[in-house]
């Protein structure tokens, strides 16, 4: 068997693999790319079911402010209701930390298309801008407010009962003492298409004179503009301008109203203006894209049990004394209202089909999972330290590697004579004369060469030893005169 050897000039990665210390290698390659791949690992991703209570992180928007429209998304929903998370704590409705609506008074459905890039790293999307900071106003017509509190809304039917109107008592402050029910409803019905619905938060108390009093304030949004242009940064996915908004005029929207139990007031948008059909405009809803009852039940629960449990409290302690106390807490309400419902339609799937038009609405239906940025800083934190243990390791390995002394260079003739000069093949040669005689006695023998020790074993005698080794090597069964060759070799007794 040849002997073994250790070769020389090879390179620090070669030599750790031959020694069976890849492991080190191989987890630097790992952690290089975990360092590469962390900054794209945060966000939803369609791996699961979406926990819950996580949220697409909506962001308010003007038409020049920025805002982050998640390439993964291709339809953003944008919310303005900035006071969803400042009345939060007072309402007790407790956001997941996820749930942002930042201010700004304008609220768009954009069907962002990102495959069309136009110049340097933009794109163009078809967007629908609204205007969703509402128009908020007390209901003075007793007709108009009965009129739309008796229409069916999404299946659930619910009644005024009026003896004077609201304009009579709504400056009297002693009137909000003891309000027996507030309401929050979206009035509206799914024949109706292509509408946004007015939201309307209503009141009966009694009156000083003791009559029920009927107090109503509905908030109308209003769509100011379509087929507008968004201006997004390809690189980092901003949208740095919304642009070219084509104006709505008078005739593009029309008001319907009817008088009667089954009456709705709903804005709706010109039929052929634009194809609307399965978005939302002001988190309401445009041929309602989900279920509607479940929808409604979720607002209801969200909003009209907490809300409106503060809100008769903030009544009967006298909070609001006056007609605009009353208007700017409905518009604080309402905007709760648009954030509850633009969650319930993101996050609802779809039954039906997707409309055709110019961009790729996002599929609701599909599972997505939030994965945290944390995850992954700890996964890349192990692998460095993975990486960093296993470089120690071959280096120790190759620091012995080095102190096992070779007095002559391996391989060399002068090794392979140091070595047989510590057994018993010197003698084996000075008894024969003639080589002939030489190769038929060596050819009774076999030469194996000790690994742990680097002893070269003749036959089944005793193994010696590397001359000027550390190894320590126990002399048990060696013969004399070998024991004082070794001593002489390493300067000293055995």
Request: charged letters at 10%.
């Amino acid at each position: 068997m040849a002997p073994s050897r250790v070769t020389h000039g090879s390179s620090y990665g070669v030599q750790i693999i031959r020694n069976k210390h890849a492991t080190p290698l191989l987890t630097t390659l790992i952690t290089t790319l975990a360092v590469l791949v962390v900054p794209f690992t945060a966000g939803y991703m369609r791996l699961g079911p979406v926990p819950d209570g996580v949220f697409i992180n909506l962001s308010g928007v003007t038409q020049v402010d920025e805002l982050t429209v998640p390439t993964y998304l291709p339809y953003a929903q944008i919310n303005a209701a900035a006071a969803y998370v400042g009345a939060s704590a007072v309402y007790g409705l407790n956001p997941p930390q996820l749930t942002w609506f930042n201010g700004g008074i304008s609220w768009t459905a954009a069907a962002v298309n990102h495959p069309n890039w136009e110049y340097e790293g933009l794109v163009s999307a078809n967007t629908v801008v609204v205007q969703s900071y509402p128009s908020c106003v007390i209901i003075e017509d007793t007709t108009f407010a009965n009129s739309i509190l008796k229409g069916n809304a999404y299946g659930t039917s619910f009644s005024i009962n009026t003896t004077d109107t609201a304009s009579d008592v709504v400056s009297h402050e002693d009137a909000y003492a003891d309000p027996s029910y507030f309401g929050v409803y979206a009035v509206g019905t799914s024949s109706s298409p292509n509408s946004v619905a007015p939201v309307i938060f209503w009141d009966i108390y009694q009156s000083e004179e003791g009559a029920q009093i009927a107090l109503a304030v509905g908030c109308n949004p209003s769509v100011i503009g379509y087929r507008a242009n968004v201006i997004v940064n390809s690189t980092n996915d901003m949208i740095m301008a919304i642009e070219n908004v084509t104006p709505v005029t008078s005739t593009d929207l029309k008001s319907v109203q009817s008088v009667g139990d089954s009456a709705t007031s709903t804005w709706q948008v010109s039929s052929g203006l634009v194809d609307m059909t399965g978005t939302a405009l002001n988190g309401l809803f445009l041929n309602n894209p989900v279920n509607e009852s479940a929808v409604m039940d979720s607002i209801r629960s969200t909003i009209t049990y907490a809300i409106d449990t503060q809100f008769r409290n903030n009544l009967a302690a006298g909070s609001f004394g006056a007609e605009g106390a009353l208007v700017e807490s409905a518009e604080v309400l309402y905007g709760q209202f648009l954030g509850v419902a633009a969650r319930a339609l993101y996050f609802q799937a779809y039954s039906g089909s997707y409309p055709s038009t110019t961009g790729s609405y996002h599929p609701t239906d599909e599972q997505r999972i939030y994965v945290s940025a944390s995850v992954t800083h700890v996964l890349f934190v192990f692998l460095i330290l993975m990486a960093l243990m296993g470089g120690t390791v071959a280096k120790y390995n190759q620091h012995d590697r080095k102190q096992y002394k070779l007095f002559a260079a391996p391989g060399s003739i002068a090794q392979a004579v140091a070595i047989s000069a510590t057994s018993d093949l010197p003698t084996i040669v000075r008894s024969t004369d003639r080589p002939e005689d030489l190769k038929s006695v060596l050819q009774e023998y076999t030469f194996t060469l000790n690994k742990e020790t680097g002893g070269l074993i003749l036959g089944d005698r005793d193994p010696a030893t590397i001359p000027n080794s550390p190894t320590h090597i126990p002399m048990t069964g060696v013969s004399g005169w070998m024991k004082d060759r070794l001593a002489h070799a390493r300067g000293g007794a055995v």
